[in-house]
């Protein structure tokens, strides 16, 4: 596998080092389909359009496609820095004019491949690792897991602070979704497992899911994970996912914009922004 090499002079131009490591988000599903990428992609939008110097690693070490929704073709990627042949900085590629810019950045994954996957549990705390130094450069770090509840997925997801749940009114959404809190919370019982359920028809039927979710969790594993807030379906997303560009981009007043701003607010506010969204 061959990769290319950066030229030091093209290297983008990093944000200036914070004195502390920027708040990192996880964001997780227990199941594909659910809209998770996107959100993932447009909570880097709203968190930039706030004004917080954003980093969007695409955490998904199998099936890596934050590079297809947002139609860039990067350099090198996650799997170059894995192989050694680029520092993970190196990597990382602008979008909407970058984090200097009111865009973000992102860090690629290999998109189409299962290359990293299966590796050894020793890298994989190495690169949550690198992620933790490279969090210094930003304020915000939106880490894109994969769906599923697999080993490294946990590992990874230990780099994180909260892990955002993205949910569906689908039954095997809403159970695989609990499996992975379950799951996490072994894993990793620091991070915070916090709700937000996207695709919903309205307000009412969103709330529903929500407490489904989180009666299972209260019943079953003595706590109840917050409400971070609620996505209404809205056909502009497919749009912009179709024409590889963020929704921010396309129409910033999109009802799904909204939403998941009232999200990243939530976020940023923390203990007191989720309890007002609950």
């Known amino acids: ?39 993932s992609i447009t909570l880097a939008s709203c968190f930039a359009r706030r004004g917080r110097r954003t980093l969007l690693v695409d955490g998904d070490l199998g099936l890596a496609n934050v590079d297809v929704q947002l139609g860039i073709a990067p350099e090198t990627d996650l799997a170059a820095v894995v192989a050694g042949w680029v520092e993970l ?20 994954g290999r998109s189409g491949s299962g290359a990293l996957a299966e ?32 080993q490294n997925i946990m590992r990874l997801g230990k780099a994180a602070e909260k892990a955002l749940m993205v949910i569906t009114d689908e039954p095997t959404s809403m159970t ?18 916090v709700i937000a359920i996207n695709q919903a ?6 709330r529903r899911t929500y407490e489904a979710v989180a009666r299972a969790c209260q019943t079953f ?11 209404l379906k809205d056909p502009k997303v497919s749009d912009c996912i179709r024409r590889q560009k963020t929704l921010a981009s396309v129409d910033p007043n999109a ?22 969204a609950s």
């Open 1 to 39: 596998m061959s990769f290319m090499m950066r030229k030091s002079g093209d290297r983008p131009t990093r944000p200036a080092a914070r004195v502390a490591p920027a708040s990192i988000i996880a964001v997780a599903s227990g199941k594909g389909g659910v809209g998770k990428t996107f959100m």
């Open 89 to 108: 900085d190196d990597a990382v590629t602008p979008v909407d004019g970058g984090a200097r810019e009111r865009g973000f950045d992102v860090l690629p």
């Open 119 to 150: 590796m050894p549990t020793a890298e994989v705390a190495r690169l949550a690792a690198s992620l933790m130094a490279l969090s210094l450069q930003y304020d915000q770090v939106i880490l894109d897991l994969a769906a599923g509840i697999d």
């Open 176 to 193: 695989d979704a609990y499996a992975f809190i379950k799951v996490l919370k072994g894993h990793a019982p620091n991070v915070e497992p």
């Open 201 to 206: 028809v309205d307000r009412e039927s969103g």
């Open 221 to 231: 594993l003595g706590f109840r994970p917050s409400l971070a807030g609620i996505v």
């Open 255 to 276: 009802q799904a914009i909204h939403d998941i701003d009232r999200i990243a607010e939530a976020l940023v506010r923390g203990h007191e922004g989720l309890r007002d």
